[in-house]
Nanobody, 121 residues
Framework: QVQLVESGGGLVQPGGSLRLSCVAS????????MGWYRQAPGKERELVAT???????NYGDSVKGRFTISRVTATNTVYLQMDNLRPEDTAVYFC???????????????WGRGTQVTVSS
């Protein structure tokens, strides 16, 4: 079983910053990709940012230029630096990880429980 634990969420004023962290643990032989998704009430879960084993990154359009994803492979940790936060960034942020528990297989696609980010004055 692979488990993800997010941390770093909270309340911040518009224009402020937060850094989210996610640590993957359990039966991990190879971690292919990690990323962040978010979901606001009444809305679908959307991509925030992802990074793969080669450290390539992909960002949702609404966060480009403001958020930065980074990964420390040795500790199975992914971070999301969130700058210039806006009220519309308010959501539950979920960590995601894909990989293999053992080579070869089985593959996993794991999700954390989420951490609340609220941007309000």
């Amino acid at each position: 079983q692979v488990q993800l634990v997010e941390s770093g969420g909270g309340l911040v004023q518009p224009g402020g910053s937060l850094r989210l962290s996610c640590v993957a643990s359990g039966s991990i032989s190879a971690l292919i990709a990690m990323g962040w998704y978010r979901q606001a009430p009444g809305k679908e879960r959307e991509l925030v940012a992802t990074t793969n084993r080669g450290h390539s990154t992909n960002y949702g359009d609404s966060v480009k230029g403001r958020f930065t994803i980074s990964r420390v492979t040795a500790t199975n940790t992914v971070y999301l630096q969130m700058d210039n936060l806006r009220p519309e960034d308010t959501a539950v942020y979920f960590c995601n990880a894909r990989g293999y528990e053992r080579m070869p297989g089985p593959h996993f696609d794991a999700w954390g429980r989420g951490t609340q980010v609220t941007v309000s004055s």
